[in-house]
């Protein structure tokens, strides 16, 4: 480990800083780091790993596909985008289209050029909330309400005003005639798996609607049976006018995919946006393996049971450090009391479970959709150490 270490901080960039460890293979919920310690994979590569790891469907239908054709440009079609489009529409209702890309920050950047597509010249601006995250690429960046990570970057080009995430009365008032589009996550994600208040997502909805401006929801992070349902905006009832997937939607597969309803379906004409890799059969394969066996195995409902036995558990150690618990399904913030999230990594970590320290006070669980009760079990089992050593 110390040489690949080295190794690793003598070729690469400095902006991850040094991973703590080095990951060498995993199965399910499980990873060996290169020295051979195992772990509990308690945050999935970033709420990614939806199958867990090596999952025999993700890694028959990969393989399959890589062995027959991996890559055609979109020069050509084939026919797993095809599929994959069609299971998507099917799963989210409603008059969509589909556009693949390679990651979310692709899906926001095309999500963009969407909706200023079809806004036109006097729509001439869009809103985002603080605390947001959209993505790195400088379109999602601009949209992206993080102060720490957006303004070294600035300025944009882009007119794009931030309110406070959750307060009806602050989108009222910024969103108008002249704004093209709303961009919100359902839940924040990287801002500490924050849900919005009850009755947001509707308030923008109908803001949206009496002013024109399309609702654009940021489903990257939450979506893929990541709370219990597909998608969380199902929870919600509301519908938006354009939606960007991606993290847990290939299983580990880089893809991403932004879909627009009604007249967004349309408004790229022939043309207007492009990606040499995005939607390449291999990704499209691995897609549609995730979405098969999340039917197959049950595990929307699974979500929701182990997710709750999770936080009951998370509650139930009373301990000082655990102020509370947020988010849903497998999808959750430990909220510490003191900013000592980094500490409660580094203590699960050494106990053999990997969470990820999101905030200076939450700590992420994001495992995969995969995870027994039982391997929930053994985490709220060890907490307690856990918490007291950090
Ligand atoms: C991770 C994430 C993104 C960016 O996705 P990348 O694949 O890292 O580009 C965008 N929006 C949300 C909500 C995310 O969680």
Same mark, same amino acid.
């Given at each position: 480990?110390?040489?690949?270490?080295?190794?690793?901080?003598?070729?690469?960039?400095?902006?991850?800083?040094?991973?703590?460890?080095?990951?060498?293979?995993?199965?399910?919920?499980?990873?060996?780091?290169?020295?051979?310690?195992? +772990?509990?994979?308690?945050?999935?590569?970033?709420?990614?790993?939806?199958?867990?790891?090596?999952?025999?469907?993700?890694?028959?239908?990969?393989?399959?596909?890589?062995?027959?054709?991996?890559?055609?440009?979109?020069?050509?079609?084939?026919?797993?985008?095809?599929?994959?489009?069609?299971?998507?529409?099917?799963?989210?209702?409603?008059?969509?289209?589909?556009?693949?890309?390679?990651?979310?920050?692709?899906?926001?950047?095309?999500? +963009?050029?969407?909706?200023?597509?079809?806004?036109?010249?006097?729509?001439?601006?869009?809103?985002?909330?603080?605390?947001?995250?959209?993505?790195?690429?400088?379109?999602?960046?601009?949209?992206?309400?993080?102060?720490?990570?957006?303004?070294?970057?600035?300025?944009?080009?882009?007119?794009?005003?931030?309110?406070?995430?959750?307060?009806?009365?602050?989108?009222?008032?910024?969103?108008?005639?002249?704004?093209?589009?709303?961009?919100?996550?359902?839940?924040?994600?990287?801002?500490?798996?924050?849900?919005?208040?009850?009755?947001?997502?509707?308030?923008?909805?109908?803001?949206?609607?009496?002013?024109?401006?399309?609702?654009?929801?940021?489903?990257?992070?939450?979506?893929?049976?990541?709370?219990?349902?597909?998608?969380?905006?199902?929870?919600?009832?509301?519908?938006?006018?354009?939606?960007?997937?991606?993290?847990?939607?290939?299983?580990?597969?880089?893809?991403?995919?932004?879909?627009?309803?009604?007249?967004?379906?349309?408004?790229?004409?022939?043309?207007?946006?492009?990606?040499?890799?995005?939607?390449?059969?291999?990704?499209?394969?691995?897609?549609?393996?995730?979405?098969?066996?999340?039917?197959?195995?049950?595990?929307?409902?699974?979500?929701?049971?182990?997710?709750?036995?999770?936080?009951?558990?998370?509650?139930?150690?009373?301990?000082?450090?655990?102020?509370?618990?947020?988010?849903?399904?497998?999808?959750?913030?430990?909220?510490?009391?003191?900013?000592?999230?980094?500490?409660?990594?580094?203590?699960?970590?050494?106990?053999?479970?990997?969470?990820?320290?999101?905030?200076?006070?939450?700590?992420?669980?994001?495992?995969?959709?995969?995870?027994?009760?039982?391997?929930?079990?053994?985490?709220?089992?060890?907490?307690?150490?856990?918490?007291?050593?950090?």
């Amino acid at each position: 480990m110390s040489d690949l270490s080295a190794r690793f901080e003598a070729a690469m960039m400095p902006n991850y800083g040094l991973p703590p460890v080095a990951l060498a293979r995993g199965e399910g919920c499980r990873v060996w780091d290169v020295d051979g310690k195992a +772990y509990l994979d308690l945050i999935g590569g970033i709420a990614v790993s939806a199958l867990g790891h090596a999952h025999p469907a993700l890694v028959a239908a990969v393989s399959a596909q890589v062995g027959t054709l991996a890559h055609t440009s979109n020069l050509f079609l084939h026919e797993p985008e095809v599929l994959l489009a069609e299971r998507l529409l099917q799963l989210l209702g409603g008059d969509g289209r589909v556009f693949f890309t390679n990651s979310g920050t692709e899906a926001n950047e095309a999500a +963009y050029k969407l909706v200023r597509r079809h806004a036109g010249p006097d729509r001439t601006y869009v809103v985002a909330a603080e605390g947001s995250f959209h993505g790195r690429t400088m379109g999602a960046l601009a949209l992206t309400g993080k102060t720490s990570i957006r303004e070294p970057f600035a300025p944009f080009g882009a007119d794009v005003r931030f309110v406070t995430y959750g307060s009806e009365e602050a989108l009222r008032a910024a969103v108008t005639e002249e704004c093209a589009a709303v961009f919100l996550e359902p839940t924040q994600g990287e801002g500490g798996v924050v849900p919005a208040p009850e009755g947001y997502l509707a308030a923008a909805r109908r803001i949206c609607d009496e002013t024109g401006a399309a609702l654009v929801l940021d489903e990257i992070q939450s979506g893929i049976g990541r709370t219990g349902v597909w998608f969380q905006h199902q929870r919600e009832g509301v519908r938006p006018d354009v939606i960007t997937l991606a993290k847990g939607l290939g299983g580990g597969l880089p893809i991403g995919v932004c879909v627009g309803f009604g007249p967004y379906a349309t408004a790229f004409g022939k043309g207007d946006h492009g990606s040499t890799f995005g939607g390449n059969p291999v990704s499209c394969a691995a897609a549609l393996a995730v979405l098969d066996t999340i039917d197959k195995e049950g595990l929307l409902e699974s979500v929701g049971t182990v997710g709750d036995l999770l936080a009951a558990g998370i509650t139930r150690t009373g301990h000082p450090l655990v102020a509370g618990v947020r988010g849903s399904g497998l999808w959750r913030a430990m909220v510490l009391s003191e900013p000592k999230a980094a500490a409660v990594e580094a203590a699960a970590r050494d106990a053999g479970f990997l969470v990820n320290a999101v905030q200076p006070d939450a700590v992420r669980l994001a495992p995969p959709l995969i995870i027994t009760s039982e391997e929930a079990a053994s985490f709220v089992a060890a907490l307690p150490e856990i918490l007291s050593k950090a």
